[in-house]
């Protein structure tokens, strides 16, 4: 395992990873599909322009800022005043350079890119119902501009990747598709912007349990969850080769883990639910599923199979039990489960790809990552959101609310032939 | 109560680049940064036992 490897890719390498960076976008549309599954049908068609809106928006602010911050080792040319403390890239703004950089940095720009697409699609499924389009755009630009490059320099070529080569524990920060960079990050996003932007109306009445609000479609959530497995993998393969200098012909045994992790979370999640409530739950299973998929991300590229079994597990096991306690417990409304399902399972793999990796030490890299974006980046996301909030109000007119995000931002609904039942939720 | 939970999460995370900067040996370092992560953990349920309390207040 060594992230940090600059061997020049051979043609047929470079056309396979295209070829998956190809397929990757959708795991974008499987998470577009659930969110707008597990929210409500009257904000379903504004959920679903929002997925296009946040990711139009971060990827713009990727190109023209973020890539600059976000840029491999080899570009950097200052920040590095500080020897061994690589903060962040200095490559061109506006994406310029692109067509005459190398193979390795034109597929690395890519993976980033649909990086920061994915990483705006998840604090977007958190607000759903209540988040208006432009402070989820507002969101995204600074998720993609700032946020996210930060992190993912640091992960993929700056200090928390040379912690191996620069203080010798074990082979430095490893996070091959993206757990940390991308999920975690995301899910702490998702944190920071429910906390602004408060519960949906009537989720958490004045007497008595929360209100449950299930999910208005939940064959879009699990066809959408199939749809990402399909994304997943060709992310992880990609990051693997990338990241991880897997060759093509490790490749099958990266697959494989992805697949057991998100199999044997979605059995765990199965069977917590069946012992919980006497019957299966499809939304928490998909949620299940996913978390699996994200623990892949850290692990897949460098644990056993075991090891990812083991991995998924333990996701399967935690996610119905933290959605809960979020909603039943700490008032956290989470209509897509995103905290548990991208965070808290990002973070799990992380640690988890720590303590099942060979190299001596990994464990404390893994934790030195984990640190960074619980300690440091989840404050840095509640502040600057906080302002944000100030300027661009996230939540949407309670007069809006009421009558659906469909009808309030787009004049229209999802469903329109739908028969409009009244709301039970409002009391 | 919230704000205080978010302001002592940046120490845990100095407190493990600390380990880093200052112990070399793995045992110290790996001791010093599980310290750092369980101060983050603690600033993290501070702020969600805040977020409760408002919750509370306002309902």
């Known amino acids: ?427 | 109560m919230k704000y205080a939970g978010l302001a002592v999460m940046p120490a845990g995370f100095f407190l493990t680049i600390a380990a880093i900067i200052l112990f070399s040996g793995a045992g110290q370092r790996a001791a010093f940064v599980l310290c750092g992560v369980a101060v983050e953990v603690m600033g993290l349920v501070v702020a969600v036992r805040g977020h409760m309390q408002l919750r509370d207040e306002n309902r």
Not at chain 1, 186 to 204: D, E, N, Q, S, T
Not at chain 1, 292 to 306: D, E, N
Request: hydrophobic content about 55%; overall charge neutral; aromatic content about 8%.
């Open chain 1, 1 to 427: 395992m060594t992230p940090l490897s600059t061997v020049p890719f051979p043609e047929t390498s470079f056309a396979l990873m295209l070829m998956l960076l190809l397929v990757a976008p959708l795991a974008i549309a499987g998470l577009a599909l659930v969110n707008a599954g597990l929210g409500r049908s009257r904000s379903a068609a504004q959920s679903m322009l929002g997925t296009l809106v946040v990711m139009s928006s971060a990827v713009i602010a990727f190109v023209l800022v973020g890539s600059a911050i976000a840029g491999a080792s080899e570009r950097d040319v200052v920040f590095h005043a500080a020897g061994r403390w690589d903060l962040a890239g200095a490559a061109h703004l506006f994406g310029g350079g692109l067509s005459s950089a190398s193979s390795r940095m034109q597929l690395e720009l890519f993976f980033e890119l649909l990086s920061a697409a994915m990483i705006a699609l998840i604090p977007w499924g958190s607000g759903a119902d209540r988040l208006r389009l432009l402070a989820g755009a507002a969101v995204a630009a600074i998720l993609g501009a700032v946020v996210f490059p930060l992190v993912a320099h640091w992960t993929w070529a700056g200090w928390l990747a040379q912690l191996g080569r620069n203080f010798g524990i074990g082979s430095g920060f490893a996070d091959g598709g993206g757990a940390g960079a991308v999920h975690a990050l995301g899910g702490l996003a998702a944190l920071a912007v429910i906390w602004i932007a408060g519960p949906r109306k009537g989720k958490f009445p004045r007497e008595g349990l929360s209100t449950a609000m299930p999910g208005h479609n939940v064959v879009y959530v699990l066809f959408g969850s199939l749809v990402a497995l399909v994304g997943w993998v060709a992310w992880n393969l990609v990051g693997a080769m990338l990241w991880m200098a897997t060759a093509p012909s490790g490749l099958v045994p990266v697959a494989v883990n992805t697949l057991l992790s998100a199999t044997a979370a979605l059995v765990a999640t199965f069977s917590v639910t069946r012992v919980r409530f006497g019957k299966p739950d499809a939304s928490l299973c998909a949620n299940g599923w996913l978390a699996g998929l994200v623990t892949s991300s850290a692990c897949a590229a460098i644990v056993s199979p075991i090891g990812a079994l083991f991995t998924g597990l333990v996701a399967g096991i935690f996610t119905p039990l933290l959605v809960e306690l979020f909603e039943l417990a700490l008032s956290i409304d989470d209509p897509s489960g995103a905290v548990i399902v991208h965070g808290a399972a990002g973070l799990w793999g992380l640690i988890a790809a720590g303590l099942f990796a060979p190299q001596p030490g990994q464990t404390v890299a893994q934790l030195i990552g984990v640190s960074t974006l619980l300690g440091l980046m989840l404050p840095f996301l509640y502040g600057i959101f906080w302002l944000l909030d100030r300027v661009i109000a996230f939540r949407v007119e309670p007069d809006g609310e009421r009558l659906g995000m469909d009808l309030h931002e787009l004049g229209g609904n999802a469903y329109p032939e739908f028969v409009v039942h009244r709301d039970e939720s409002y009391r």
